[in-house]
């Protein structure tokens, strides 16, 4: 079964970025730690908007089984990455490594939450494997096997 790990905008800058919100591991390093675990994981990271589109469309057809994304700020406003999520149907896993309800206002809200499965927030870097973790029970479901 392959998991796609997909990070969007700025995640790119975690260990420098806002170390007192976000932690002081790298997105490496959180990759890293999943894969200790897990050794199926696929990860992709990018700052653009169009390439996580990209790479979720091309997820529908290239064997991945399910999706654990953090779109970064896109979560807040992007109804374009909405509608990638809704149309490739896999089994997909939000997670944040903040809890954004705590934060600004403007994080309160997602407008991807309405189309994936699960959200994780506020775990830090172990939400990544949480969300690994939903991501198979929830292919799991979808085949029947509970
Ligand atoms: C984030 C929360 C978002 O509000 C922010 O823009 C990010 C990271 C998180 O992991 O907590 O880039 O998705």
Redesign the pocket.
């Known amino acids: 079964m392959r998991i796609l790990i997909a990070n ?4 790119s800058q975690l260990g420098h970025r806002a170390p007192d ?2 932690g002081t591991a790298t997105m490496a390093d959180i990759v890293a730690a999943v894969r200790r675990v897990h050794d199926d994981i696929d990860d992709f990271i990018t700052e653009s908007e169009g390439e996580l589109i990209t790479r979720l469309h091309r997820a529908r057809t290239d064997g991945t089984a399910a999706v654990v994304i ?4 896109l ?2 406003y992007s109804y374009a990455l909405r509608d990638a999520i809704e149309l490739i149907d896999l089994p997909t896993v939000e ?6 309800a705590a ?1 600004e206002t403007f ?1 309160h809200g997602s407008v991807i939450s309405a189309v994936v499965d699960v959200t994780i ?1 506020g775990a830090g870097a172990y939400g990544y494997e949480l969300a690994v973790l939903a991501a198979r029970h929830l292919v799991a479901a979808r085949h029947g096997a509970r």
């Not at 969007?8 to 995640?11: A, E, I, S, T, V």
């Not at 997670?95 to 954004?100: A, D, G, R, T, W």
Request: proline share 5%; no cysteine.
């Open positions: 969007g905008p700025n995640l919100v976000y953090n779109a970064g700020a979560t807040h997670v944040h490594l903040s809890q954004i934060r994080r927030t």
